[in-house]
């Protein structure tokens, strides 16, 4: 990768890129950050789900009297293999090995999930640095990939934010097809398999955006070609040991989910139809909370899972692309030729990958040809985050055509044009900032919830459960206040998506009973039956209002085949005259003091039996 220009770092640099990665922050995390850490960041649903693979990972490695295995943690007792229905979240789940080591897991996952967010602004900073684009563009470009309001809205789902080796990957590959060497070959591989241990999805998308920019390459630059074959003619033999070796080692990681799949199957082409981009997707955002809501809410109509949706990127990367659009064809000759490359290789790569993703009048899409071709589409529910890896590469081609544009001797000709440079420039970045803001970030009360938790924990603890389920009637029963968490979510989450809270799906509450009783059994080391993730077992309906009556759990646990059990627990609901203080701690033991909202407070009836019965 030659040298585009000289440019060396100067003192301030590490301070500028500390601040906007600090306003990033802010910005993505400030309900936590305003409420000292009591609201927490997503909801209790898809974003507790993760974080409980999280800690399970982390029980798993420390304690050794924990009763799940790596691929079996305690829910959906005694059902095998369940961590497969969903990411497992490996490739950085070390970092939050380090934070739970001095703090309690709603605060570490909070730093976790910073941490990562801070490594996505690092990684694409470092990345337009390796091409030489000045520091306050480099920062802005890390600031778009790691806190873009696509990001943001689907705070919920935490498997899309370990994203880091993704520039990187993209930097490595891009070197590989200029000049083609084993170092970075073997970088390569490594890094798509961290990646694909840090999130599958993102990870297999990673590998989607890779064919497509080495097709770009090789099919745009003869000297391209000519390389890629003479390396290939060259070192046939440790290509092939290192395929073998990479694939074997995939293979590995692969193979609870490959068999899972066996006994599932994969999604049909029409089941995630919904999920694929139409034009209008990539002007949507949030109906509520965002710059151009308001003025973008016509777009949103008709949009079937409209969540999975919110694409816009905003309109200052899409004045960065047509900068690039006008070079092309402007016919200028101001950027090098190693630029140029650049620019058009991600721009079109991008391209590429937003036509394969789009849905085209009369409902005909590329993407059909992909699902039929590519290993693995099936599994891709929301097709419409492949957004997060055409992101990158619009970002690596705008921010290199932009860098260079300020680059030209045009702007070094007069104090004045200088001046109008400063200015333009300031401007630019107060707006690229400004339209990334999402001013009503989904939350909910952390402590409310633990305090729920904690109690449900003390009950299995005092009537020394082997195996529980929690039958949570009080979320079911209509006309009974809400504890506050639960309140606090809905609302959270009915602002992102433009309706009122009585309009959400009712599954919202049997996921977060599910939860409740999956973090509870987590905490005191004890197996429930309740389960929530990606799939459910086959016979399994996760709908607790079917499961109101033992019977039910020893149905499925004789389905199961389940070893026998002392002190099978079922637990239930009771309403009780006292409240739990919302602000009670993890820690701490629940109080009798008047809470700060008019939560119910619940106690718990526990029916103690015996599998199989007697």
């Known amino acids: 990768m030659g040298c585009i220009s000289a440019w060396e770092p100067n003192q301030t640099t590490p301070v500028l890129y500390s601040l906007l990665c600090l306003i990033g922050l802010g910005i993505a995390f400030h309900p936590t950050w305003l409420s000292h850490f009591t609201q927490m960041p997503g909801e209790p649903g898809d974003t507790r789900l993760n974080q409980y693979f999280l800690e399970h990972s982390w029980r798993w490695i420390s304690d050794h009297a924990y009763r799940g295995t790596l ?4 829910f959906f007792y005694p059902y095998p293999n369940a961590l497969a229905f969903s990411d497992n979240l490996f490739g950085m789940a070390p970092l939050y090995w380090l934070l739970r080591l001095g703090l309690q897991p709603d605060f570490a996952f909070v730093g976790w999930l910073m941490a990562v967010s801070s490594l996505n602004f690092a990684a694409m900073v470092y990345v337009l640095q390796r091409w030489q684009v000045q520091p306050l563009l480099a920062g802005l470009g ?3 990939f790691a806190f873009p309001v696509t990001r943001m ?4 789902h935490i498997q899309l934010f370990p994203h880091c080796m ?3 990957a993209l930097w490595v590959a891009w070197d590989f097809l200029q000049q083609p060497r084993r170092r970075s070959f073997s970088l390569l591989l490594l890094l798509i398999y961290w990646q694909m241990a840090s999130g599958i999805y993102l990870g297999w ?13 090789i099919g745009l630059w003869a000297e391209s070609r000519l390389r890629l074959r003479q390396f290939i003619q060259k070192n046939i033999a440790f290509l092939g040991v290192t395929l073998t070796l990479w694939g074997w080692a995939v293979y590995v990681f692969l193979l609870p989910y490959l068999k899972m799949k066996r006994v599932l199957g994969g999604r049909s082409y029409r089941s995630l139809s919904g999920t694929i981009p139409r034009l209008q997707s990539w002007l949507s955002v949030p109906p509520q909370g965002h710059l151009w809501s308001k003025g973008l809410r016509p777009f949103l109509h008709n949009l079937p899972s409209v969540h999975e949706h919110f694409l816009f990127l905003g309109f200052g990367l899409a004045g960065l692309m047509a900068g690039v659009i006008w070079y092309r064809y402007c016919r200028s000759t101001w950027m090098p030729m190693v630029r140029y490359k ?9 391209g590429v990958m937003m036509a394969l993703a789009l849905i085209f009048p009369a409902r005909i899409s590329l993407w059909w040809l992909v699902y039929h071709i590519v290993p693995g589409t099936s599994v891709i529910r929301a097709v419409g985050r492949i957004g997060l890896i055409i992101l990158p590469c619009l970002l690596i081609a705008g921010f290199v055509w932009l860098d260079s544009f300020l680059k030209r001797e045009f702007w070094k000709q007069g104090k004045y044009r200088r001046q109008w440079k400063t200015l333009c420039l300031v401007t630019f970045t107060l707006f690229i900032i400004g339209e ?8 909910y009360d952390g402590v409310s919830l633990r305090s729920q938790i904690q109690t449900l924990s003390q009950a299995m603890v005092e009537n020394q459960c082997q195996v529980a389920y929690y039958s949570a009637s009080h979320l079911f029963t209509e006309g009974t206040p809400h504890p506050h968490w639960y309140r606090s979510s809905l609302v959270s989450f009915a602002q992102i998506w433009g309706v009122e809270p009585t309009d959400l799906p009712s599954r919202f509450r049997y996921i977060y009973a599910h939860l409740i009783a999956m973090w509870a059994g987590i905490s005191v080391n004890v197996p429930v039956v309740n389960g929530y993730s990606g799939y459910s077992p086959h016979g399994y309906d996760p709908h607790p209002d079917l499961w109101r009556s033992p019977e039910a759990v020893l149905h499925w646990l004789e389905s199961q085949k389940a070893p026998a059990i002392d002190r099978l627990c079922f637990i239930r609901d009771r309403e009780t005259e006292t409240t739990t203080n919302p602000r009670a701690t993890q820690d701490s033991r629940p109080t009798t003091q008047t809470p700060q909202s008019a939560d119910p407070v619940l106690g718990y009836d526990v029916e103690v039996l015996r599998y199989p019965p007697p």
């Open 71 to 74: 691929y079996s943690p305690s």
């Open 342 to 350: 650049i620019m058009i290789g991600f721009a079109i790569a991008a």
């Open 205 to 217: 998308l990673l590998g989607l955006s890779l064919l497509v920019l080495t097709g770009v390459a």
């Open 142 to 144: 890390g600031f778009l």
């Open 153 to 156: 809205a689907r705070i919920s």
């Open 166 to 168: 993704t520039p990187l």
């Open 436 to 443: 990334q803001v999402l001013w009503r970030v989904p939350s």
